[in-house]
Structure formats: structure tokens, C-alpha cells
């Protein structure tokens, strides 16, 4: 794996029973059909030199390069992705509470789906994929159109039927097959598996690597509070790859030795016509069982089931979290606020993880003192 000496990358380990499997061979669900992760060859001896190299890199995710499962660093496909900025808020934050936006609307496609995509191409390229495909509620499927571009690889998106116009088209400009099926992300995805052929499924957890680039965003969190995590992060969650990703990017710098301090506590955030991981955290399960009929026009969020399921549940126990869910007609209120109060369009996603930020100051839970971020997604106009 290591052909140029860039990454410390030994192998993938599967998430429910710990089985490993070599980095130079195609992976998508592991025996048990769980998601694989890449584990890492770490110390604190190692986490010195890594931390003390960071200042002279440029600012994009690659700068965590050692931490990403690429072969070839130097050959790498890069848009420039990552490195988006953190924004305190003045007018919106409640009393006495520290509240801050990490805005991923400049990714080189206007979401965080790029930093997933980015590195899950680039691995499938590395491996002789022919091509790529994957069912999207927007912003994945023009992310992976774009780097398949990039990469030179042939990429088919599955979409539900209602999903914005502009998404199409922009997948298609991309030179991307655009395939339309069903209401949800499931109906997609089954549109695939029935149409066959050899290309690589890049779905949420359902291949290792988008975890792998979706976790630097915890990277910079990190960073950017002085390796010290707020006491909050604010997530709106569909399959929950940030989630799982940026869970696994902590624990890894603390391996490191880098990250000092109390753990952040995670808050995910769903809809109401489509909440089965608030539903699961309820209850106290382990595992969230398929939302019947989700009904959301906040399309992003409209997972009716996650893979990762177990995954998203343990990062929230484990952290102390809270799941939130967001009456539909909040969204729209909440993203003409932000934009009046702090000059920032903010798309319905994020709307609905500001919605969640004040029911969770307002209930207590988040307390005056505490810090808190707020991950805003993606820029409104991938919707138009």
C-alpha cells in the first residue's frame, strides 16, 4: 500500500467483528455485511512529527495525508477540497453559549459530500475500477460525478424521482448517467443493484473510503479549536458517515497523542418525517429499524435506513450526545434567521441543525459556558 511512503494505512478492519482485510484489493461490505474501516499504524512518537509538519502544508484536507489510505499521494485527483472555515455567530447563539459554523459550501461542489468522494474515487481509481456508481439525494451524486470526471472514470447516479432539477443537471454536466427512481435513497439504490454491471458501488459505508475522507473533517475541527474539541458538534444526519467518520478522526488523534481534553458531544439531527436514528437513541437500541414512508422535502435527510446504523448509535452513547429531530416547517424559518441575523445562506440541512441548536439550548441541554459547532453542509444553491 504504501508505494510512495505517504500513509500509515496497514489494513481494514470490519466494524462488527474485527476481521481484517488487505488495502490492495477491492472492498466493499465486509463477511458479516458491515462496513469496513482502515486502521492505522500509530503513535505518539509519530503524532509529534505529524502535528509539528501540519503548519507548512497547504490548507485542504490533504494535509492530513499520513491519516488518508491513498497509494500514490503525488498522483492523487484533486479539486482542492476541504479546509473550509469556522464562523462564529454573533446575533443567532443563545445566552452565554459559544456557538460556531464550520461552512462547507466551498468545496470545490458546494457540499462536504466532496471530501467522501474525493477520497473514495481516488481509491477506486487506484484499484482499476471501471467506473463508479451510486444513489444520491443530491449533493453525493454531483460530488461523484465530478471526481469520476476528474479521475477519467465512467459514473452512474441514481436519484428519487423529486430530487431538484439543478442536481441532474449538474451530475450530467459532469458527464455522469443520470438514472431516476422511487422517492428515497433505498428506491435508488435498489434501481442500481437491478440495472447490474461492473461498476464499483460507491454508497454511504457500504465501501471504506468515503468514512476515510468525510473524517477530516474532525481533523480540522480539531485543529482549528487548538486540539481541543467544543463541547458540542451539531450534525444533520442521513446515512451518518460525518458522524462515523469524525468519531473515528478523534480517536485517532488521541492515539497520536495530539488531541487533549473531554470528548465533544455529538447531536444528531433528522426530520421528523424521517427519524430513525432519533427514533433508536430513544430507545436506547443498538440498531435502528427502516423509517416506513419518510416524509421530508429536506432531501439530504430523507435516509430512511443507514448501514451504519450501530455505528452513528455508539458514537452518540459513547459521547454523551443527543438526537434531535426538526418539524418540517422550522427549516425555512431557520435559514431566513441566519441569513438576516448573521449574513449566511445556509441550506435546509443546515437550517434544521440551527433549529436543533436552539430546542437543545432551550431544553438545557446545551448550557451557558459550552461551546458549540454547527456543521453547515452545503451551499443552498445545490437546491435551486
Given at each position: 500500500?504504501?508505494?510512495?511512503?505517504?500513509?500509515?494505512?496497514?489494513?481494514?478492519?470490519?466494524?462488527a467483528?474485527?476481521?481484517?482485510?488487505?488495502?490492495?484489493?477491492?472492498?466493499?461490505?465486509?463477511p458479516?455485511?458491515?462496513?469496513?474501516?482502515?486502521?492505522?499504524?500509530?503513535?505518539?512518537?509519530?503524532?509529534s512529527?505529524?502535528?509539528?509538519?501540519?503548519?507548512r502544508?497547504?490548507?485542504?484536507?490533504?494535509?492530513?495525508?499520513?491519516?488518508?489510505?491513498?497509494?500514490?499521494?503525488?498522483?492523487?485527483?484533486?479539486?482542492?477540497?476541504?479546509?473550509?472555515?469556522?464562523?462564529?455567530?454573533?446575533?443567532?447563539?443563545?445566552?452565554?453559549?459559544?456557538?460556531?459554523?464550520?461552512?462547507?459550501?466551498?468545496?470545490?461542489?458546494?457540499?462536504?459530500?466532496?471530501?467522501?468522494?474525493?477520497?473514495?474515487?481516488n481509491?477506486?481509481?487506484?484499484?482499476?475500477?471501471?467506473?463508479?456508481?451510486?444513489?444520491s439525494?443530491?449533493?453525493?451524486?454531483?460530488?461523484?460525478?465530478?471526481?469520476?470526471?476528474?479521475?477519467?472514470?465512467?459514473?452512474?447516479v441514481?436519484l428519487?424521482?423529486?430530487?431538484?432539477?439543478?442536481?441532474?443537471?449538474?451530475?450530467?454536466?459532469?458527464?455522469?448517467?443520470?438514472?431516476?427512481?422511487?422517492?428515497?435513497?433505498?428506491?435508488?439504490?435498489?434501481?442500481?443493484?437491478?440495472?447490474?454491471?461492473?461498476?464499483?458501488?460507491?454508497?454511504?459505508?457500504?465501501?471504506?473510503?468515503?468514512?476515510?475522507?468525510?473524517?477530516?473533517?474532525g481533523?480540522?475541527?480539531?485543529?482549528?479549536?487548538?486540539?481541543?474539541?467544543?463541547?458540542?458538534?451539531?450534525?444533520?444526519?442521513?446515512?451518518?458517515?460525518?458522524?462515523?467518520?469524525?468519531?473515528?478522526?478523534?480517536?485517532?488523534?488521541?492515539?497520536?497523542?495530539?488531541?487533549?481534553?473531554?470528548?465533544?458531544?455529538?447531536?444528531?439531527?433528522?426530520?421528523?418525517g424521517?427519524?430513525?436514528?432519533?427514533?433508536?437513541?430513544?430507545?436506547?437500541?443498538?440498531?435502528?429499524?427502516?423509517?416506513?414512508?419518510?416524509?421530508?422535502?429536506?432531501?439530504?435527510?430523507?435516509?430512511?435506513?443507514?448501514?451504519?446504523?450501530?455505528?452513528?448509535?455508539?458514537?452518540?452513547?459513547?459521547?454523551?450526545?443527543?438526537?434531535?429531530?426538526?418539524?418540517?416547517?422550522?427549516?425555512?424559518?431557520?435559514?431566513?434567521?441566519?441569513?438576516?441575523?448573521?449574513?449566511?445562506?445556509?441550506?435546509?440541512?443546515?437550517?434544521?441543525?440551527?433549529?436543533?441548536?436552539?430546542?437543545?439550548?432551550?431544553?438545557?441541554?446545551?448550557?451557558?459556558?459550552?461551546?458549540?459547532?454547527?456543521?453547515?453542509?452545503?451551499?443552498?444553491?445545490?437546491?435551486l
Amino acid at each position: 500500500m504504501q508505494a510512495n511512503g505517504n500513509t500509515w494505512a496497514r489494513g481494514l478492519v470490519c466494524s462488527a467483528t474485527g476481521v481484517r482485510a488487505p488495502l490492495d484489493e477491492p472492498a466493499f461490505l465486509s463477511p458479516a455485511g458491515k462496513p469496513w474501516l482502515v486502521d492505522y499504524d500509530l503513535d505518539q512518537k509519530r503524532g509529534s512529527a505529524f502535528a509539528g509538519a501540519l503548519p507548512r502544508r497547504p490548507w485542504t484536507l490533504w494535509r492530513y495525508r499520513e491519516l488518508l489510505p491513498v497509494a500514490s499521494f503525488h498522483d492523487r485527483v484533486d479539486l482542492g477540497e476541504g479546509g473550509t472555515p469556522v464562523v462564529q455567530l454573533r446575533r443567532l447563539a443563545p445566552d452565554k453559549v459559544r456557538v460556531f459554523l464550520k461552512n462547507e459550501a466551498g468545496n470545490p461542489t458546494g457540499s462536504f459530500k466532496d471530501r467522501g468522494l474525493s477520497l473514495a474515487v481516488n481509491r477506486a481509481r487506484e484499484l482499476g475500477a471501471p467506473g463508479v456508481q451510486l444513489p444520491s439525494a443530491g449533493n453525493a451524486g454531483v460530488a461523484a460525478a465530478a471526481y469520476a470526471a476528474a479521475a477519467g472514470l465512467p459514473c452512474r447516479v441514481a436519484l428519487p424521482e423529486d430530487t431538484p432539477a439543478t442536481v441532474r443537471e449538474r451530475c450530467r454536466a459532469f458527464g455522469a448517467e443520470v438514472i431516476e427512481a422511487g422517492g428515497t435513497l433505498v428506491d435508488a439504490g435498489a434501481a442500481l443493484r437491478e440495472r447490474g454491471g461492473d461498476l464499483w458501488d460507491l454508497s454511504t459505508l457500504r465501501e471504506p473510503y468515503r468514512a476515510e475522507g468525510k473524517k477530516t473533517m474532525g481533523f480540522e475541527v480539531a485543529e482549528q479549536f487548538g486540539w481541543r474539541l467544543p463541547d458540542w458538534i451539531i450534525y444533520p444526519t442521513g446515512g451518518g458517515t460525518g458522524i462515523v467518520g469524525m468519531a473515528k478522526a478523534f480517536a485517532e488523534l488521541r492515539r497520536l497523542g495530539i488531541l487533549s481534553g473531554p470528548p465533544a458531544r455529538f447531536a444528531v439531527v433528522q426530520m421528523a418525517g424521517c427519524a430513525p436514528i432519533v427514533r433508536a437513541h430513544e430507545a436506547g437500541s443498538d440498531h435502528a429499524a427502516p423509517w416506513q414512508e419518510p416524509d421530508t422535502e429536506v432531501w439530504g435527510l430523507r435516509v430512511p435506513a443507514a448501514i451504519g446504523d450501530f455505528l452513528i448509535l455508539r458514537a452518540l452513547r459513547d459521547s454523551g450526545g443527543a438526537a434531535v429531530a426538526v418539524e418540517e416547517a422550522e427549516v425555512a424559518a431557520t435559514a431566513a434567521r441566519v441569513a438576516a441575523a448573521e449574513g449566511l445562506l445556509v441550506g435546509p440541512e443546515t437550517a434544521a441543525a440551527m433549529a436543533a441548536l436552539f430546542h437543545l439550548s432551550d431544553s438545557g441541554t446545551i448550557r451557558p459556558g459550552q461551546s458549540v459547532l454547527v456543521f453547515a453542509t452545503g451551499h443552498p444553491a445545490n437546491y435551486l
